[in-house]
């Protein structure tokens, strides 16, 4: 876990911001009993003050690597695209979205796994998957209804084709049950 803004503010204080009224040491010691649950070192101390004196400020600069797979507008299109027709084939729902269809199934299938490990515990409150009841599929109206049946626990990269009783992906993802 990361340090804020504040606390590394904070620590700079400590250190007397270049007057240097305390040790690195000490400042380690004084943040230590003042945040029991975050325990800093000297070296991360030591490790703040050399960016404050390089860069003139605290805060954690942009890590460059792979960004992000698709923006949260992009995933509400693809949610709602999705819901209106689930047997709509990726490249497909790519193409209305105009994203690469690599993209929306590795979304769908994060979104899956968060559902399946999800769904029980959003019907009834308890553990994930542990005999949920399911029905339809993400719309009733495309399959028509079904009988509730029982699924047992299933593999973290189990994809259920079914949603339980009363819960769309819109409904999950705005955290409403009913």
Not at 42 to 55: D, G, L
Not at 95 to 123: G, M, P, R
């Amino acid at each position: 876990m990361s340090l804020s803004d504040t606390q590394r503010i904070e620590i700079l204080i400590l250190l007397g911001c270049g007057d240097k009224t305390r040790t690195q040491k000490q400042v380690c010691e004084i943040f230590n009993t003042k945040y029991l649950d975050r325990r800093i070192s000297q070296s991360t101390v030591s490790r703040i003050e050399n960016k404050f004196r390089e860069f003139g400020n605290v805060t954690d600069i942009p890590k460059s690597g792979r960004k992000r797979i698709l923006d949260d507008e992009q995933k509400w299109d693809i949610l709602l695209d999705i819901q209106d027709n689930p047997h709509k084939p990726t490249r497909q729902v790519a193409a209305d979205n105009e994203v690469k269809h690599i993209k929306v199934s590795a979304y769908w299938t994060e979104k899956y796994e968060l559902l399946a490990s999800h769904l029980e515990f959003l019907v009834s409150g308890s553990g994930p998957l542990t005999n949920c009841l399911v029905s339809a599929p993400l719309s009733e109206s495309a399959a028509g209804t079904r009988e509730p049946r029982p699924i047992k626990r299933r593999p973290h990269n189990f994809v259920p084709p079914l949603q339980p009783l009363g819960v769309t992906p819109l409904k999950f993802l705005n955290g409403t049950r009913n």
